[in-house]
C-alpha cells in the first residue's frame, strides 16, 4: 500500500471514529436534557419507572413501552445528528466525508436493537440493554467505560447525575461523574487545615460530614456556630470505629505525622505508626464494612498518600512512611470491593508544613471537584514532575503487584 492510501484510510477511520464518538456525546446531552426540560423529561420517565433497584423491570409492557418513549426517539436524534456531521465534513473535506458514515450505522443499530426491545423480544433485551441487566454486581463502577454499577447510580443513587451510557465522557466534563449529595463522608485528621477546608468543601457540594479526630473539641466550620458531627478517636484504635465506619459512604484517610529531621528510634516508629499502619488498619476496616451491591457501588475510600510517594517531601522519615502507604494502597486497590482514589498533595501551607505554598482551601476544592469527574489519583502539586512520575509509578508498581501477588 502507498503511504498516500494510508493517509486516505487513516483519515477516513478518524472520521469514523470521531462521528461514534459524537453520537455517543449526543446520546449523553440528550440524556442531560431529558433532566432538566420537563417535555422530554415525560418521555424519559418511562425509562425511570420500569426498573427496580436489583434492576429487574416492574412490567413487561412498561419495558417495552420505555423503549418506544425514549430509546427509539434517542436513537433517532443520534442518526439525525450524525448526518449532521457528515455535511459539515462534507464542506471541510468532501472525498473523506463518507468515513462519517461509520457513525450513522452505528446509531442505526441502536435504533434497530432499541425496536427489537420494543417488540418484546427477549434476545434482545439480553444482548442489547447491557447495562440494566439483573445480577450481583462483581466489578466497582468503571472509570471509561460505563458498566452496570456506573449506570445503577443514575438510577438509584441521584438521577441528576451519571448521565453517560457507553463512555464517561460527558460526566467527566461536567463533574457528574461522582454525586456527594446525600452521601456520608467522614474525614480523619479533621482538625487540620486540609482535614477542615475538605470537609467544609465536601458540605457545600451536599454531603453528610462526619469529623475523625485525636482532638478533644468538637471541630466548628467557618461561618458556622454550631459543631459539625465530631467522633474523637487515637491512632490504634482503627477497629473501633467499625460500626460508625458502616454509616459512612466516603472514607477520607487525611491524618498523617511530619517528624521532619528527627531520625531517632521513636521517630522511626511514630512517623510508620501513624502515616503507614494506622491508615493502613483504618482502610481494612473500613474495606470490610463494604456489604453487598449497594455499599460497592455506593462507598469510596480515599487516602492522602502525598507526592512525598514519588518526589522529595524534604523530610526522610515523612517520605519512607507515606510511600510504604502509597504501596500498600496499590496493592489492596488489586481487590478492592469499592473504589480506592489517592490523593497525591504538594507542599500546602498546615502546622505540619508552615513553609507550604499551596493554601489549603483550593487544595481541598481541587481534590473534590477532580473526584466528581471521577478522576482515581487525585494530583494537586505545583511541582510538574509528580504529574509525569506519579501514573508512571501507579502503573509500573500496580503491574509488580499484580504479576507477584495472589488475592
Ligand atoms: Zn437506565
Ligand atoms: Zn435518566
Known amino acids: ?6 493517509i486516505y484510510w487513516g483519515a477516513i477511520a478518524a472520521w469514523g471514529l470521531g462521528a461514534i464518538l459524537w453520537v455517543e456525546v449526543v446520546r ?3 440524556h442531560v436534557l431529558a433532566h432538566v426540560w420537563a417535555p422530554l423529561g415525560r418521555l424519559h420517565n418511562w425509562h425511570h419507572r420500569v426498573f427496580r433497584p436489583d434492576l429487574t423491570p416492574s412490567s413487561a409492557l412498561i419495558y417495552r413501552q420505555a423503549q418506544w418513549y425514549n430509546d427509539v426517539p434517542e436513537a433517532c436524534v443520534m442518526i439525525a445528528m450524525s448526518l449532521v456531521l457528515w455535511g459539515l465534513a462534507h464542506i471541510v473535506t468532501p472525498e ?4 462519517c458514515g461509520v457513525g450513522s450505522l452505528y446509531a442505526t443499530g441502536f435504533l434497530l436493537a432499541a425496536m427489537a426491545r420494543g417488540m418484546g423480544w427477549t434476545w434482545a433485551h439480553e444482548m442489547t440493554d447491557i447495562t440494566h441487566l439483573p445480577g450481583p454486581f462483581v466489578q466497582t463502577p468503571s472509570r471509561w467505560w460505563v458498566n452496570r454499577p456506573y449506570h445503577w447510580r443514575h438510577h438509584f443513587d441521584n438521577q441528576n447525575a451519571y448521565f453517560c451510557s457507553t463512555l464517561t465522557l460527558v460526566d467527566q466534563v461536567m463533574g457528574t461523574a461522582l454525586s456527594l449529595k446525600g452521601k456520608t463522608v467522614a474525614v480523619t485528621g479533621a482538625s ?3 482535614g477542615r477546608a475538605l470537609l467544609r468543601e465536601l458540605q457545600g457540594q451536599g454531603a453528610k460530614v462526619l469529623a475523625l479526630t485525636s482532638g478533644d473539641q468538637p471541630i466548628y466550620l467557618e461561618n458556622s456556630e454550631t459543631p459539625i458531627p465530631t467522633r474523637q478517636w487515637q491512632v490504634g484504635q482503627e477497629t473501633a470505629l ?3 465506619l458502616r454509616k459512612v459512604d466516603i472514607l477520607v484517610i487525611n491524618h498523617g505525622v511530619n517528624v521532619h529531621g528527627d531520625r531517632t528510634p521513636e521517630a522511626i516508629d511514630c512517623s510508620y505508626e501513624v502515616n503507614a499502619f494506622s491508615a493502613w488498619r483504618l482502610m481494612e476496616t473500613f474495606l470490610k464494612t463494604v456489604d453487598g451491591d449497594r455499599d460497592r457501588v455506593r462507598k469510596e475510600l480515599w487516602v492522602n498518600t502525598s507526592e512525598a510517594e514519588v ?5 526522610p522519615l515523612y517520605e519512607l512512611s507515606k510511600r510504604t502507604l502509597g504501596d500498600l494502597v496499590t496493592l489492596r486497590r488489586l481487590d478492592s470491593p469499592c473504589i480506592i482514589r489517592k490523593l497525591i498533595l504538594g507542599p500546602f501551607k498546615s502546622s ?6 499551596m493554601s489549603g482551601d483550593r487544595v481541598a476544592a481541587k481534590i473534590v471537584k477532580r473526584a466528581q469527574r471521577d478522576v482515581r489519583n487525585i494530583i494537586v502539586t505545583i511541582n510538574p514532575l509528580t504529574w509525569v512520575l506519579h501514573p508512571l509509578k501507579e502503573l509500573m508498581v500496580s503491574l509488580y503487584f499484580r504479576g507477584l501477588t495472589r488475592p
Open 1 to 6: 500500500m502507498t503511504s498516500i492510501s494510508w
Open 28 to 30: 449523553d446531552l440528550y
Open 352 to 357: 505540619l508544613n508552615p513553609v507550604g505554598v
Open 242 to 244: 467499625e460500626q460508625e
Open 311 to 315: 518526589n522529595p517531601a524534604f523530610s
Open 96 to 99: 473523506l466525508a463518507w468515513g
Open 192 to 194: 487540620g487545615t486540609l
